[in-house]
């Protein structure tokens, strides 16, 4: 019976005296003392001759004064301690509950205390209460491998132009330009870390951007006499077409294109004069040598010997343009016997 009380208030007894304190109290106490008052008092007396006279005269009377006294009294009370509730001083006080805490952040509460936290990126200072922005950048660039940027909490990686953030948040990656189609380039393309550059195909070369590609220029293509060219350009893949004005033929290419050697693709054209057909001597006449075929040629005609001419038509015969083609003009030239 007596080991089992004992088991009892073993286990009764850290709750029970878990939340007391003593707090030192002041009493103050009175009483009244009694203290004698000594005054001055007045009275009549006979005296001169035969005491036939009346005197004034002083004696020293006591009486009997009361004043409090004051005791002070200091002694201690058992009261629950701070963070201590009840009657029995065992009922935790949840300051976090209360809002009592002052925690910044986070309030955990405990039996007859309390503990503040911190939210995640930030530290509990000396005073164990406030929290404070932990700059993880300050330590090692917070790891990340170009630019660190602190924040309220937290921290970001940054890249420089031409990397992009690895999915870890902290290395960084080359943009590949040329496989991301990103880069521009009307040609070709090669990327390198962190840049990249582009580059023209044969017979172009790169233009102030940097990125478009502008052709060659040819050599001088030349304008064919007695004849003219319309062209698109005079660089790479531009082309001239070449036409011979009327009474003129044309040998060589009607169309040549800027090759990317800086020649022109074919032969060189040229307009020679169509030729008329060989003029037949008139009756009784001939013609006179030199005569040439070519187109815009004269050939003068004349009489035999004998003759004469006749009609006052015009001697000359000129190859001129006809139809479609050249011919000799037409006259009529007559040689009469003289
Ligand atoms: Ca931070
Ligand atoms: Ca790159």
Known sequence: MGFTILVLLMSLLPLSLAGW?????????????????????????????????????????YRTGYRPQYYATYYTERVCCTDWTGSNCNTDVDECLRGTDGCSHICDNTAGSYTCRCSPGYSLQSDRHSCRDIDECSSNNGGCEHTCRNSAGSYSCDCNIGFRLNSNDHSCDDINECTEQSSGCEHTCFNSVGSYHCGCYVGWHLAWDQHTCLGNPCVDIGTPQNGERICTGFVTNETCSFECHPGYYMIGSAERSCLPSAQWAGEQPQ????????????????????????????CAMGCNDGFYQSAGDDANKDCMLQDSGVGWSVNAFNCSRK
């Open 21 to 61: 304190c003593r707090e030192p109290l002041l009493r103050i106490r009175t009483r009244q003392v009694t203290y004698q008052i000594r005054a001055s008092q007045r009275y009549y007396t006979s005296c001169g001759t035969w005491g036939w006279s009346s005197c004034t005269r002083y004696r020293d009377v």
């Open 271 to 298: 307009c020679p004069p169509k030729l008329c057909d060989r003029l037949a001597p008139p009756e009784n006449g001939y013609i006179r040598m030199p005569c040439r075929r070519e187109y815009t040629s004269r």
